[in-house]
């Protein structure tokens, strides 16, 4: 096997972001990097216990051409979505070596699942001659803003204003896990580590978090983040009394809104393509399209 697979380290981060780089060229005809090596590596050292042993690189020489990223949702040991073999790699052992890896670590950590999610054919056979099965299709919808976005309706009652940092903390919570509760195999999080996810990213700015205050209750929020000119909505969510009102659409063009005016034209999030809730005919009424999709897989140990 003529390549070596160890932990992954923070100084990998410029490796792995040229790995990511070719694998997106490849398979999404994206040639624009969504972040830079020096990101990346901020990324990982930000994350609840930086990288830890659930984390590893194939090199050949120096050269990054496979790594895989885990993080554990309740029971189930899930891939993060940049896990990946380079395009001119691919059929020669990376990935299954990668997900003995990353089976045998969940199987020791008592988890009952493992989860991945691919974008092309070779990972889709990959995983179902492992004995995946297909449980779900994830989007990502991204929207380009050449003029300032429309400014959101008024809905009845309620006032979107900025997230206060402290004093909106834990109402804020509570709102985002019950509007969350439809979702698909959600795992609540505790506040404290819900929070620190959230608040020391590189890219955290408390001013794009917009919150939906009826009467002093939290209605409903969104959680953005910005870097370069791409934003990110990472949350968005409206609790079950206040659905139906138009204030998810709201809270989207608000928070357009607020990148917009700093620089963040460009604006993506990830949906569940079979969402409960209906997102996906809100993320489209509000302008935004595929620009990936990912089908997730996943198998019993």
């Not at 896990?177 to 698909?184: G, I, P, R, T, V």
């Not at 609540?188 to 890219?203: A, F, H, I, K």
Request: proline share 4%.
């Amino acid at each position: 096997m003529p390549f070596e697979i160890r932990s992954l380290l923070l100084d990998d981060a410029p490796a792995v972001a040229a790995l990511i780089a070719a694998r997106d060229a490849a398979d999404l005809d994206q040639h624009d990097p969504d972040f830079t090596p020096d990101e990346l590596r901020d990324w990982w050292a930000s994350r609840p216990g930086g990288l830890d042993d659930g984390s590893w690189i194939a090199l050949d020489g120096d050269r990054a051409v496979g790594f895989a990223k885990l993080h554990v949702e309740g029971d189930c040991a899930e891939l993060e979505d940049d896990s990946c073999v380079h395009p001119d790699w691919r059929g020669r052992g990376i990935g299954s070596a990668l997900l003995d890896r990353f089976e045998q670590w969940a199987g020791a950590n008592g988890c009952a699942r493992v989860r991945a999610g691919v974008l092309n054919d070779d990972g889709r056979a990959l995983l179902r001659g492992r004995g995946y099965e297909l449980v779900r299709h994830f989007w990502r919808m991204e929207i380009v803003h050449r003029a300032e976005p429309s400014p959101p309706a008024v809905v009845e009652g309620v006032e979107l204003r900025a997230y206060r940092p402290g004093s909106d903390d834990r109402a804020l919570h509570a709102a985002i896990q019950e509007a969350f509760e439809d979702h698909w195999d959600h795992t609540s999080e505790p506040l404290e580590t819900w929070l620190r996810g959230r608040t020391v990213r590189g890219d955290y700015d408390p001013a794009l978090w917009v919150v939906a205050d009826a009467e002093g209750a939290i209605a409903g929020a969104v959680l953005a983040f910005g870097s370069r000119d791409f934003g990110w909505v990472l949350d968005l969510g409206v609790r079950r009394p206040w659905r139906g009102r138009g204030l998810g659409h709201a809270l989207l063009l608000g928070v357009f809104g607020e990148l917009y005016r700093r620089g963040f034209t460009r604006v993506g999030l990830e949906v569940d393509a079979a969402s409960e809730t209906g997102a996906t005919r809100l993320y489209e009424r509000a302008g935004m399209r595929v620009t990936r999709r990912y089908d997730w897989y996943e198998r019993r140990l």
